[in-house]
Protein backbone atom coordinates (compact mmCIF):
# COMPACT_ATOMS: atom_id res chain seq x y z
CA UNK A 1 0.00 0.00 0.00
CA UNK A 2 2.68 2.19 1.08
CA UNK A 3 4.66 1.42 -2.54
CA UNK A 4 1.03 2.47 -4.15
CA UNK A 5 0.78 6.00 -2.38
CA UNK A 6 4.52 7.06 -2.88
CA UNK A 7 3.93 6.13 -6.81
CA UNK A 8 0.73 7.52 -7.16
CA UNK A 9 2.18 10.94 -5.15
CA UNK A 10 5.70 10.32 -7.97
CA UNK A 11 2.30 10.66 -10.74
CA UNK A 12 1.49 14.01 -9.83
CA UNK A 13 4.58 15.78 -8.68
CA UNK A 14 5.45 14.95 -12.01
CA UNK A 15 2.49 16.20 -13.95
CA UNK A 16 2.14 19.50 -11.30
CA UNK A 17 4.91 21.83 -10.78
CA UNK A 18 5.31 21.70 -6.96
CA UNK A 19 7.58 23.42 -4.37
CA UNK A 20 9.71 21.21 -2.67
CA UNK A 21 8.53 19.62 0.04
CA UNK A 22 8.28 16.77 2.46
CA UNK A 23 5.37 14.60 2.87
CA UNK A 24 5.21 11.98 5.96
CA UNK A 25 2.34 9.74 6.74
CA UNK A 26 1.60 8.29 9.96
CA UNK A 27 -0.33 5.56 11.27
CA UNK A 28 -2.95 6.03 13.92
CA UNK A 29 -5.20 3.83 15.30
CA UNK A 30 -8.60 3.14 14.01
CA UNK A 31 -10.21 5.42 16.15
CA UNK A 32 -7.98 8.04 17.68
CA UNK A 33 -10.13 11.47 17.92
CA UNK A 34 -7.13 12.87 20.76
CA UNK A 35 -4.90 12.58 17.72
CA UNK A 36 -7.51 13.71 14.66
CA UNK A 37 -7.86 17.57 14.81
CA UNK A 38 -10.79 17.55 12.97
CA UNK A 39 -12.55 15.91 16.15
CA UNK A 40 -11.69 19.01 18.06
CA UNK A 41 -13.00 21.41 15.43
CA UNK A 42 -16.29 19.16 15.51
CA UNK A 43 -16.36 19.20 19.82
CA UNK A 44 -16.65 23.03 18.99
CA UNK A 45 -19.46 23.04 16.61
CA UNK A 46 -21.45 20.95 18.66
CA UNK A 47 -20.39 22.88 22.04
CA UNK A 48 -21.01 26.23 20.55
CA UNK A 49 -23.51 25.77 18.24
CA UNK A 50 -25.88 23.07 19.01
CA UNK A 51 -25.55 22.76 22.98
CA UNK A 52 -28.53 24.49 25.02
CA UNK A 53 -29.76 25.87 22.64
CA UNK A 54 -34.07 25.42 22.78
CA UNK A 55 -35.53 22.20 21.79
CA UNK A 56 -38.13 24.46 19.67
CA UNK A 57 -35.02 25.26 17.28
CA UNK A 58 -36.06 23.49 13.59
CA UNK A 59 -33.25 21.88 11.58
CA UNK A 60 -32.81 24.69 9.53
CA UNK A 61 -32.37 26.86 12.44
CA UNK A 62 -29.58 24.27 13.99
CA UNK A 63 -27.90 24.51 10.39
CA UNK A 64 -27.81 28.22 10.62
CA UNK A 65 -26.06 27.84 13.86
CA UNK A 66 -23.67 25.39 13.02
CA UNK A 67 -23.32 27.96 9.26
CA UNK A 68 -22.51 30.62 11.63
CA UNK A 69 -19.66 28.78 13.86
CA UNK A 70 -17.98 27.34 11.06
CA UNK A 71 -17.93 30.38 9.10
CA UNK A 72 -16.28 32.11 12.49
CA UNK A 73 -13.17 30.36 10.96
CA UNK A 74 -10.78 27.94 13.08
CA UNK A 75 -11.69 27.55 16.83
CA UNK A 76 -7.91 27.58 17.55
CA UNK A 77 -5.55 30.08 17.08
CA UNK A 78 -2.05 29.52 15.34
CA UNK A 79 -0.49 28.56 18.79
CA UNK A 80 -2.96 26.11 19.68
CA UNK A 81 -2.89 24.23 16.32
CA UNK A 82 0.83 24.00 16.73
CA UNK A 83 0.18 22.68 19.90
CA UNK A 84 -2.12 19.69 18.98
CA UNK A 85 0.34 19.25 16.01
CA UNK A 86 3.59 18.77 18.46
CA UNK A 87 1.36 16.79 20.62
CA UNK A 88 -0.06 14.64 17.57
CA UNK A 89 3.92 14.12 16.11
CA UNK A 90 5.18 13.30 19.84
CA UNK A 91 2.19 10.86 20.43
CA UNK A 92 3.36 6.74 19.95
CA UNK A 93 2.44 6.44 16.25
CA UNK A 94 3.92 4.59 13.50
CA UNK A 95 5.73 6.78 11.08
CA UNK A 96 6.25 4.98 7.55
Not at 44 to 65: D, F
Request: hydrophobic share 40%; charged share 25%.
Amino acid sequence: MEAAVHQWLAEIVQQVELPEFTLSFWHTPSYSPRLNPAEYLIHEVRRNGLYQVPCTLTLQEKAGRIRTQLARGSPMNDQQMRRLLDFIARSKVKRF
